[in-house]
């Protein structure tokens, strides 16, 4: 089998014009067949097998992705983003923090122990709760489906929206999740 290989390569590079001179010749350079004597030097002529097989065109130059709110704005690090009338829940707070939000009081309510279920066991996210952007990742260069990491304090800081969170956690979000507030 070897040898039918080795006879098949003989005959393309004979085809080609070029002469191998030594299994790794072929794997390091090619000689044209004019030049029959191997040098140390590089030698104008010889072709290199990374220039042989490199792509042709070069790489395209993308700009990062740029992530755009629920209207259409910006979003960069550092912003205030609220959430936008949507159900999102947090599967990954503390058990603490499983729960809801009262929609007239902004207070958070607790989980109820008794109907507790893997559906419920989470903190549900009400609307207008405002977070501040840690992290935009380029969609060009991963593939993410939330991009956006947002950071939502607890009480203790200085909260606009009037929800008081039971604790601090982040979140990946989609784009289309938030809106940043100004």
């Known amino acids: 089998m070897f040898q039918q290989q080795r006879a098949l390569c003989c005959l393309l590079c004979a085809l080609m014009g070029i002469t191998i001179h030594s299994t790794f010749a072929f794997t390091s350079s090619f000689e044209p ?14 072709l290199y097998m990374s220039s042989f097989f490199a792509d042709a065109t ?3 130059e993308t700009a990062a992705a740029v992530q755009r709110d629920a209207n259409g704005n910006a979003i960069t690090v550092g912003q205030k983003v609220a959430i ?6 947090a599967y990954h707070v503390t058990k603490s923090s499983y729960g809801s939000f009262d929609s007239t009081t902004k207070q958070f ?3 109820d122990e008794a109907n507790k279920t893997r559906k419920t066991s ?19 260069a991963a593939d993410r489906p939330q991009p956006v990491l947002v950071k939502f304090g607890a009480d203790d ?7 008081s969170l039971p604790s ?8 289309s999740e938030i809106v940043v507030v100004v």
């Open 122 to 140: 989470c903190l549900l996210l009400p609307e207008g709760l405002r977070g501040e952007v840690i992290t935009v990742h380029d969609t060009n």
């Open 84 to 89: 936008v009338p949507n159900t999102i829940k």
């Open 157 to 163: 800081e200085e909260r606009s929206d009037g929800y």
């Open 109 to 111: 309510v607790p989980q």
């Open 33 to 46: 067949r004019n030049n029959m004597h191997i040098t140390k030097s590089n030698h104008p002529t010889k």
């Open 58 to 60: 070069p790489p395209k």
């Open 168 to 175: 601090a956690f982040s979140m990946h979000l989609s784009a």
